[in-house]
């Protein structure tokens, strides 16, 4: 990625950062205004903790310890009384820290990991949608859990129109419960992927938005790529093509969250299939030491797959994905 965005960026997060600090001052100062008792008891804090520490230097050796005794009684005295009163204005010690974006970096951009300074995941999805997503999974404040809606798909049985002997209301309700396992079964290696197949218009880029907000909450990384750009920016990179971007595959291979749209439209040969198994394969073995998932959503169904991509590609979707077939009317233009 271009140096002088990541410059921008790490700007960005100082000024964020610098704002929430000012604000947090003033509310602090506002605060201890209003109630200047605490501002009172913090200096009494204070002058006893210097005290004591003169003290302590002075005092005889067998006397000590019922000084360290009598100044400690005094403190914790006053803190309790200034916790009854934080209590009563139903406040905790938290009430005067920044409010930071990423808790995890508290906006700074980086983070200790065994006492090495490393790029935090919020940074990392910065810079994933600066270079990949950009608008791709722009609507998920929209298309999230709660904007969705069962009522849009209908509660008929009917097997000959679906092919399926539950209706697409109790079919959607059952891959909805299979996404949120998903979601909160991420960190465990058993937990499968998701393999969304069907029509156009039945909910499974939603799906897909509605998975990759919670998952963003919860600090993980997430990768939008249709099928066609993805495997096309991948052959860029191998034949060293200008403006190939060099990090595609080690962000393929390493976001906590693939998310592959339109398997299927990409116009295949060998190569692009190698390539597709090797970011495929490489995720479900979890062979660069870290838990990955990949979402894939396709509108062809298990005969198209094994068709085109052969069994050893289809196997792996059998074997260590849940299929979740959509069915029913296009939603698009449903409005409840």
């Known amino acids: 990625m271009d140096s002088s965005a990541i410059k921008s960026f790490l700007t960005e997060y100082e000024n964020k950062r610098r704002l929430k600090i000012r604000i947090s001052e003033e509310k602090k100062a506002l605060f201890l205004r209003e109630h200047p008792e605490i501002e009172r008891i913090d200096d009494e804090i204070s002058k006893s903790t210097i005290e004591f520490s003169k003290a302590l230097i002075?005092?005889?050796?067998?006397?000590?310890?019922?000084?360290?005794?009598?100044?400690?009684?005094?403190?914790?005295?006053l803190k309790s009384k200034k916790d009854n009163i934080f209590k009563k204005l139903g406040i905790n010690s938290n009430f005067f820290e920044p409010e930071y974006d990423c808790k995890?970096?508290?906006?700074?951009?980086?983070?200790?990991?065994?006492?090495?300074?490393?790029?935090?995941?919020?940074?990392?999805?910065?810079?994933?949608?600066?270079?990949?997503n950009k608008s791709n999974i722009g609507n998920i404040e929209k298309e999230n859990?709660?904007?969705?809606?069962l009522n849009k798909y209908s509660d008929e049985v009917n097997e000959e129109k679906y092919h399926a002997d539950i209706s697409p209301r109790e079919n959607i309700e059952n891959i909805k419960n299979i996404c949120e396992n998903f979601i909160n079964n991420f960190d465990d290696p058993e937990e499968k992927n998701l393999l969304f197949t069907g029509k156009t218009?039945?909910?499974?880029?939603?799906?897909?938005?509605?998975?990759?907000?919670?998952?963003?909450k919860k600090g993980k990384t997430v990768l939008y790529q249709t099928a066609p750009v993805m495997l096309d920016s991948?052959?860029?990179?191998?034949?060293?093509?200008?403006?190939?971007?060099?990090?595609?595959?080690?962000?393929?291979?390493?976001?906590?969250?693939?998310?592959?749209?339109?398997?299927?439209?990409?116009?295949?040969?060998?190569?692009k299939f190698t390539e597709l198994f090797n970011i495929i394969n490489t995720r479900i073995l979890n062979q660069n030491n870290k838990i990955t998932k990949t979402i894939i959503s396709t509108n062809l169904n298990l005969n198209n797959i094994f068709s085109i991509y052969e069994e050893r590609l289809g196997s792996r979707f059998?074997?260590?994905?849940?299929?979740?077939?959509?069915?029913?009317?296009?939603?698009?233009f449903i409005r409840k």
């Open 201 to 216: 218009g039945l909910g499974k880029t939603f799906l897909s938005n509605c998975i990759a907000y919670e998952l963003l």
């Open 145 to 149: 859990f709660k904007t969705f809606s």
């Open 104 to 132: 995890i970096c508290n906006d700074t951009g980086y983070v200790l990991n065994n006492n090495k300074s490393e790029m935090c995941s919020c940074l990392k999805q910065k810079i994933f949608n600066f270079e990949y």
């Open 318 to 332: 059998i074997g260590h994905y849940n299929i979740c077939r959509f069915f029913g009317d296009d939603i698009r």
């Open 234 to 271: 991948i052959i860029d990179f191998r034949f060293d093509k200008p403006n190939a971007n060099n990090s595609i595959l080690d962000s393929l291979l390493n976001v906590d969250l693939l998310i592959i749209d339109d398997l299927g439209t990409e116009t295949m040969n060998n190569m």
């Open 58 to 77: 002075t005092a005889p050796e067998d006397k000590k310890e019922e000084l360290l005794n009598k100044i400690n009684l005094n403190i914790n005295e």
